[in-house]
């Protein structure tokens, strides 16, 4: 595990299914993960989260999540069990949580780490990062509307739709990535924050990781 990082999704994700698993954590140095985290974590890539189950090791949070429910979900709770529309709906936000929340999100993170000096002592870059907050906004927009009358976003229950996309929205307001614009402005999502983060399941992850945004 890397603090502040995905790995939390699989680690939330682990207490849901009521799996044993040991968690090893690398602190990061210089917000980067540590050479020793890259050596351990079996990729090139060097990124987390990372399992390993048995001989097998797995990359990419959504790929995690994906093997953990085919072999230990065995009622397929977490993707929404027989019901086809439910099912749909928790895999279309298991794939927002990166190609929509996060890479917008990610898009303002880089242009304020990589923008020149230049830049960003004009005020060049704070219209550069409202630009780019746009799609933000409107993908907080749209997760509002779903939640209108779910608790969470499948409905009753957390599912891997959650364990996947909490990460990716408390990332967008822990590092103002939406302009300024506070949680507060989409009060289902705010609602939604807290009740994931009111489960048991949330709480056991945060304390065995001692996992903070």
């Not at 990124?47 to 189950?53: R, S, V, Y």
């Not at 020149?116 to 927009?141: F, H, R, T, Y």
């Not at 009753?156 to 103002?176: H, K």
Request: hydrophobic fraction near 40%.
């Amino acid at each position: 595990l890397l603090q502040a990082s995905r790995s939390i999704r699989i680690t939330w994700l682990l207490e849901e299914l009521s799996l044993p698993y040991k968690s090893i954590f690398f602190p990061r140095e210089n917000n980067k993960a540590p050479s020793a985290f890259k050596s351990e974590s079996g990729s090139k890539l060097g990124k987390a989260p990372c399992l390993k189950d048995g001989g097998l090791m797995i990359g990419e949070s959504g790929a995690i999540t994906e093997y953990l429910i085919e072999k230990y979900d065995k009622k397929n709770r977490m993707m929404g069990g027989n019901d086809e529309a439910k099912r749909n709906r928790i895999r279309t936000f298991v794939h927002a949580a990166e190609g929509t929340f996060l890479i917008h999100a990610l898009a303002v993170t880089y242009a304020r780490w990589f923008s020149l000096e230049s830049v960003k002592s004009s005020g060049e870059l704070k219209e550069l990062e409202k630009g780019l907050a746009i799609n933000v906004g409107k993908d907080l927009g749209w997760l509002d509307a779903e939640l209108e009358v779910k608790k969470f976003i499948s409905g009753d229950s957390v599912s891997a739709a959650d364990t996947m996309c909490l990460f990716s929205v408390q990332f967008i307001f822990a590092r103002d990535l939406c302009a300024g614009r506070k949680v507060g402005e989409w009060r289902n999502v705010e609602r939604w924050i807290k009740e994931c983060e009111s489960t048991e399941s949330w709480k056991r992850a945060v304390t065995k990781t001692g996992h903070e945004m």
